[in-house]
């Protein structure tokens, strides 16, 4: 995996998000910021994307309509999904996607294949 993110063949970028929990603002901000890290190392991602605060099953292409400011918050985070997806509608090299979501990315198949239609 790390000799194919070296050679630059795909970009590889990572998206964390958190869900709906009754944590306080920095207890949400440590746990999201751990999850950036691990993005980094060792899953070597060059941009990462985070959404703070949704449910797995809220679609994909909808999440972050409504900024949320903690996104800004976030160390080693570039924006937030609908970041992610001005990203990927102009990125010139293939996008390898690295997610870490507990819950998973989705909880909708259909969601997905629109998502990265």
Known sequence: FIES????????IGYARKSHTNES???????????TAILIDPCRCSKIYVTPI???????LERDMK????SKEIR???GD????????????RP???????????????QDLFNFVS
């Open 95 to 109: 996008i390898r996607l690295v997610v870490i979501d507990y819950a998973g990315l989705t909880t909708s198949p």
């Open 81 to 92: 999904m609908q970041d992610l997806i001005s990203y990927a509608k102009t990125a010139v």
């Open 54 to 60: 949704c449910t797995a099953n809220s679609p994909l």
């Open 25 to 35: 603002k920095s207890v949400r901000l440590r746990l999201l910021e751990n999850m």
């Open 76 to 78: 080693h985070a570039h």
């Open 5 to 12: 993110v070296k050679t630059g063949k795909c970009t590889t």
């Open 67 to 70: 900024r949320n400011t903690l």
